[in-house]
C-alpha cells in the first residue's frame, strides 16, 4: 500500500473502522475516504456503485457491519444474515466493478464450526455446522470472504480477509442487552459500584472460554497484511491468551474497584463452549500482538469513563 493511495475505511465510525482510521493516520495514509450512514447507505447497491464510481479508491477496508453479542444475536439471525450479508456483497462486488486494487475483508472468528478444533485454524472453515447463537452474522461473513476469494481467482484482484477474535477497545458499545460480554461486563460492575449493589447478574454458567484482542493491536494488524505483497486469502487475528467467562468477570471486577459477588443466570446462552483461534499464520508472517489484556482492561475502564464524563459513551446498539 502506498502512502498516497485513496483508502476507503467502510464503518469508519465503529469500533473497528475508527481504529483503523487512527493507525492510517499515525501511519502517515493521508487519504483516507469515508462515509457516514447517513450519507450512504451500504444495503443499497446502486448507491454503493455510484459512491464507488465518485471516489476512485485504491483500497477499500470493510469493516462495516451489525454486531452485537449473543443476545442481540440469537433474537435477530434473521437481521444479521440479511444486513451483513448486502453489506459485504454490496462492497466487495462494487469494488471490484469500480476496479478498487485492493481490498480487506473483516469480520470475526465466529464464521468458524461451533465444534472446530481448538485453537482453530483458518483450515476449520465450512468443515461442520455453526454455533446456532450467532449462524446468521456468520453465514454473511463467510460469503463476504468466499466472493473475496472468487474475486482473487477470476479476476486477479488481491482481496483477502482477516478474521479477528473477539475485540474490545475505544468505541465499543456498551448495551447491557444486546452487547458483547467484556464492554457489558465493564459497564454492569461500574453501575453496581456506584450504585452500591450487593450483586451483578451475569449470564451463562461462566464456563465458556473466549479469547480477546484489543482493537489497536487488530487495527496494527490490518496495516500489517495490507503491506504484505502476497496474503494469504484468510488469516486469523488473535491474542492468543484464553480466559473462561468466570475468570474475565473477576478481572473486570478488579479493574473496576467493585465489591459486588456475582450471580450467574443459567437460563441465559452459554454460546459455543470456547472460540480459540489459531494465530501461527499470522505470527508467522511476523505480527504479534502488543496489549495484554490485564493492560487492555485497564486502558479500556479508563475509557469508558471518560466516555461516560465526555458523554460520548455508545449505552445501546
Ligand atoms: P460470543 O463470544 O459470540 O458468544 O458473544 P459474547 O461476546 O456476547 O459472549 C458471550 C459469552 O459471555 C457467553 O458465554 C455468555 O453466557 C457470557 N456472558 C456472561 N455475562 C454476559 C453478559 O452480561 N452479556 C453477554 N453478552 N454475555 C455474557
Known sequence: MRKADRIYVAGHRGMVGSAVCRVLERGGYGNVVTRTHAELDLLDPAAVRAFYAAERPDVAVIAAARVGG???NSAANARFLYENELIALNTVWGAAEAGVRRLLFLGSTCIYPRLAPQPIPESALLTSALEKTNEGYALAKISGLKLCEFLRRERGLCYHSLMPTN?????????????????TMIRKFEEARQRGDASVPLWGTGTPLREFLH??????????VLNLADPPDLLNVGSGEEVSIRDLAEKVRAATGCLATIDWDATKPDGTPRKLCDTSRIRALGWAPRISLDEGLRRTVACYRAECAARTVRLGR
Open 70 to 72: 449473543i443476545g442481540a
Open 215 to 224: 482493537v489497536d493491536d487488530l487495527a496494527e494488524a490490518c496495516l500489517f
Open 167 to 183: 475485540l474490545y477497545g475505544p468505541g465499543d458499545s456498551y448495551d447491557l442487552v444486546g452487547g458483547h460480554v467484556l464492554p
